[in-house]
């Protein structure tokens, strides 16, 4: 061929023939899936206002405190999740002066309440870290 742009329309073909599979050839891990996914353990309530306590103790490079989540019930839930980085430890979660259960995986924390929270309503609960 003597077209001089041959070798470039060949290369730009290519690169786009490649493209959708280097695209969407990018793996996700699960604690990406957890952080970035709207799920409806994320979804089924929103928080309206957090109450921060927070106690920092520079010598020892840590921070400890508790979190008021003050939230509204989207849709009726038992479970939820929110996010909190793996180095703050858990000491508690309570909800109306019990504790609640809950598991973490990776930066999720899963919430267990012990009754069905019904759409609509405004409650709280409290986490409590070191």
């Known amino acids: 061929m003597n077209n001089p742009y041959y070798p470039l329309a060949c290369i730009l073909s290519v690169l786009l023939l490649l493209s959708p599979g280097l695209l969407f050839s990018q793996k996700f891990s699960r604690a990406d899936s957890l952080r970035g996914t709207l799920s409806p353990l994320r979804s089924c309530y929103d928080v309206t206002f957090y ?76 986490v409590v870290y070191f």
């Open 51 to 126: 109450d921060l306590e927070v106690k920092v103790n520079p010598d020892l490079r840590r921070i400890a405190g508790s979190n008021v989540f003050h939230f509204r019930a989207t849709q009726p839930f038992s479970r939820i999740q929110i996010d909190l980085f793996s180095n703050m430890e858990i000491e508690r979660i309570e909800y109306h002066n019990k504790r609640l259960t809950f598991e973490r995986e990776h930066h999720a924390v899963f919430i267990d309440f012990p009754n069905t929270i019904p759409h609509g309503i405004q409650d709280s609960f409290k």
